[in-house]
């Protein structure tokens, strides 16, 4: 009898933690994406292509102490935004919002430091392990497959930008 009710006390305990999961996934998929956003100047418009240049400012930019920290730091950026009627809208100048959904950024980090990480811990696993090759030489076949990598990048570059665009928010 006590073997019994064990047995439907787990049960029902799988079933509420399935329960729980179900809900929250339904919640992430009624979520509206998320996106980052940037405060700009238009640099210059040309049909329907806007540059628009931001200064993106380091995560402890709003920091009192970064005047004594060798971290903070600033870069002024371009971004390409393309927009249909983009010469009637835009002015050069004008101050706007520039977004771009955070799944963008998701995927940029994991072309630029995802795979290259994981193909550098598999490789070095599998020619110290496996093949028994010196050092040296392992680590400068893994320079020739990480110049490789970021050279197929480069190729693909038009393909790639494709999946990272941007536009320009209205609603300041």
């Not at 329907?48 to 709003?62: D, K, M, P």
């Not at 696993?125 to 050092?135: I, N, P, Q, S, T």
């Not at 693909?156 to 300041?172: E, G, L, T, Y």
């Amino acid at each position: 009898m006590l073997s019994c009710n064990l047995y439907f006390a787990i049960c029902y305990y799988n079933w509420q933690v399935h329960v729980k999961i179900v809900v929250m996934r339904k919640k992430m998929r009624e979520r509206q994406i998320q996106t980052i956003e940037h405060q700009g100047v238009i640099e210059s418009v040309e049909g329907s292509h806007v540059r628009v240049n931001i200064l993106q400012v380091a995560a402890c930019g709003e920091c009192k102490a970064r005047s004594l920290c060798a971290s903070s730091e600033s870069k002024e950026k371009i971004i390409d935004v393309y927009e249909d009627g983009a010469a009637m809208k835009y002015k050069t100048g004008e101050s706007v919002k520039v977004c771009g959904a955070l799944s963008m950024a998701k995927l940029a980090v994991r072309l630029a430091f995802g795979f290259p990480v994981v193909l550098i811990v598999v490789w070095m696993l599998v020619a110290m392990a496996w093949l028994k090759l010196g050092e040296l030489l392992a680590v400068g076949i893994l320079a020739v497959m990480l110049v490789a990598y970021f050279y197929i990048l480069y190729i693909n570059k038009d393909k790639i930008s494709k999946r990272f665009a941007f536009w320009i928010d209205n609603n300041q």
